[in-house]
């Protein structure tokens, strides 16, 4: 475990209580895990043409709405949940506020606010939150919202994923996109008047859509309630989090910033840390988690290789726990030809499994990161002082793996913050700071990993556009350090009971020599493992899926170290694994495989947006950034 500041340790600690506390007290509702996986950013794509997609967004500007005082236009409204509706889709709702209010409401008594260093052109002017013009007139719009969406069915209700709670600019929760001129207007993040109003426009939300007798309760999303990483530098919002976790009784939802748009991006460690475990097995969890796809997909890191970007992505955000994956309209547009929706499907297959009892699937995929912040596996002593800034230590830390493929490609890359990173960075690295060091999965972890495999990066050779997903990470034997094997065991609450089941196994696996040899085993509630599957490889270096159904699993950890499964060597050679795939029961048809053929960017990434800062990027992070 990465150590943790004495004020960061006692952040952790009050935000944990502050969740215990909160779910004793009720039991929240929340969309059904059939709702979580890719969702449609906009509401342009129809799911007989990209069927993983699970829902769609509705987002509308309040100066759009009423464009004139209280004549509300809810067409745009009306359609979006009809095609929901018809389309058999969960939908989210959302509404902008502050600068895409109206010009009309500065006619009404509501102070003009002027900024400088500007960041978003097209808003020229702000409210004054605060004041009691403006809280009136959002008042009537909010209630006006409530009670439209109250006129539909209880049917077309019910495909009312959540609803977004919207403050400031957008989803990114600050008042303003610059600095106040006049100093009376000014609102920090984190100021009390600031946390004051936001406080007073959740009560409205949660009284309008968790609060109306006789109606279904509908899930409310909030961004910037949580407590911060030591990172993002602040005190967190441990206020916002009790207020929310003490009133929001009808399922809340949080927008985890940044999770799968990548992988070995700064901080993520610390965000699946906090988040994944109350998120996912947990028996008091009222929380569900979106992200969304932005842009970075276009940008130079992740364009390297797009399937295999957006496969590593999805991985990470499943090991947050993240529930919904919004995804934008080019990325959707490109998604078949480029190769890259395989990542969608998988991201879905696993997205609500959140319950190990009633989960119809688990995997590992095989993976490890050097995380130059953990100082118990990379003593300070040996390769100098933990510092994000300290390349020097990163170095020394990759440099016994490089002869397993471990390497850096940017070097400025390690010591940015996450939104720099996936802006500027040109190259993959296998060291970087508070990265995720261990697999990824769900419901199915390795035991022992590092004592019995070896850790492997680029597989096959430097990454290239065309290079298979699998390819990035891998873990396999060592036969001459007597490393023979990679066992596995599920979760405590997958496989419960002692008699027989049918499970379906797939191994992803590398075949590098031929003639090379190694077998699966699996808990057969016998003396010793039985073996389900034996390979010979033909030596073609290409990744092969292997998949085998077993009519007498009984899976309750009676292997060798206590496993369920095993990757057993049986000669003198070494072979490559990615991922291991557990289905309940027979497979109803063929697993779905990445596809091996298609089409590559064509044209040059975006370039970085030079000093202007990413959505949710703060001024300190972006002046620590350039440092």
């Given at each position: ?6 004020s960061g340790y006692a952040r952790i600690l009050s935000l944990l209580a502050l969740i215990g506390v909160s779910c004793l ?357 040996k390769f100098g002082k933990a510092s994000h800034k300290n390349t020097e230590r990163m170095e020394k830390i990759v440099a ?112 590098a020599k031929a003639g090379s040899t190694w077998k699966l085993d699996y808990d057969a509630g016998k003396s010793s493992m ?98």
């Open positions: 475990m990465k150590p943790t500041s004495p007290g009720s039991v929240q509702a929340a969309p059904p895990p059939g709702a979580f996986g890719v969702w449609d950013r906009g509401s342009s794509f129809d799911p007989k043409d990209y069927p993983f997609l699970k829902g769609l967004a509705f987002n509308q500007k309040w100066a759009d709405l009423e464009k004139k005082p209280g004549v509300y236009d809810w067409s745009a409204l009306d359609d979006a949940m009809d095609a929901a509706a018809k389309r058999g889709q969960y939908i989210y709702l959302s509404l902008g506020v502050g600068p895409d209010a109206p010009d009309w409401i500065y006619g009404q008594g509501v102070p003009r606010v002027l900024c400088k260093d500007q960041k978003v052109d097209s808003w020229p002017v702000y409210p004054f939150y605060p004041s009691k013009e403006y809280k009136a007139l959002l008042e009537r719009l909010v209630a006006a919202f409530g009670k439209r969406i109250r006129s539909y069915s209880p049917e077309k209700q019910a495909r009312i994923a959540f609803i977004q709670v919207k403050t400031g600019c957008t989803g990114d929760e600050c008042a303003y996109k610059g600095d106040a001129i006049e100093k009376k207007y000014d609102l920090q993040t984190k100021s009390s008047a600031w946390r004051e109003f936001r406080l007073w426009q959740f009560g409205l939300f949660t009284k309008t859509f968790q609060g109306v007798p006789n109606q279904p309760r509908i899930a409310l999303m909030f961004n910037n309630v949580t407590s911060d990483d030591d990172e993002s530098g602040g005190k967190g919002y441990d206020e916002e989090w009790k207020w929310v976790t003490d009133n929001v009784t009808g399922g809340i939802a949080i927008k985890l910033a940044g999770s799968a748009r990548g992988h070995h991006l700064s901080g993520e460690r610390t965000m699946i840390e906090a988040w994944q475990h109350r998120l996912i097995a947990s028996e008091a969890a009222p929380l569900f988690a979106r992200s969304e796809m932005d842009q970075t997909w276009q940008r130079a890191m992740f364009a390297k290789n797009l399937p295999m970007s957006f496969y590593w992505g999805a991985l990470t955000g499943l090991q947050n726990g993240q529930s919904v994956w919004d995804i934008t309209s080019g990325a959707l547009e490109s998604c078949k030809e480029m190769g890259f929706d395989y990542s969608f499907y998988f991201f879905n297959r696993y997205a609500g499994q959140i319950d190990p009892r009633t989960a119809t699937g688990a995997f590992c995929a095989l993976h490890k990161g050097l995380d130059a912040a953990d100082t118990k596996a990379y003593p300070e002593a016994p793996y490089a002869k397993y493929g471990a390497a850096v490609d940017d070097k400025n890359g390690l010591t940015l913050g996450q939104v720099r990173q996936r802006d500027t960075q040109t190259g993959l690295n296998d060291v970087g700071w508070d990265i995720w060091p261990d697999n990824y999965g769900r419901f199915l972890y390795q035991i022992d990993a590092d004592a019995t495999s070896i850790p492997l990066w680029r597989v096959g050779g430097p990454i290239t556009n065309k290079s298979p997903i699998y390819s990035r990470f891998a873990r396999g034997f060592e036969h001459a350090t007597g490393k023979n094997a990679l066992y596995f065991k599920l979760h405590d609450g997958f496989s419960q009971g002692s008699a027989a089941k049918v499970m379906t196994v797939t191994v992803v696996w590398y075949d039985k073996t389900a599957l034996t390979v010979t490889g033909k030596g073609d270096k290409q990744w092969h899926h292997e998949t085998v159904t077993v009519t007498d699993a009984v899976l309750r950890q009676g292997g060798a170290k206590g496993s369920d499964f095993a990757l057993v060597n049986t000669d003198a050679q070494d072979d490559i694994f990615s991922l291991i795939e557990v289905h309940r029961g027979k497979l109803e048809k063929p697993a779905m495989l990445p596809p091996t053929d298609f089409k590559v960017f064509d044209k040059a990434p975006k370039p970085p947006k030079a000093d202007k800062p990413d959505k949710g990027e703060t001024a300190k992070e972006r002046k620590k950034d350039k440092k």
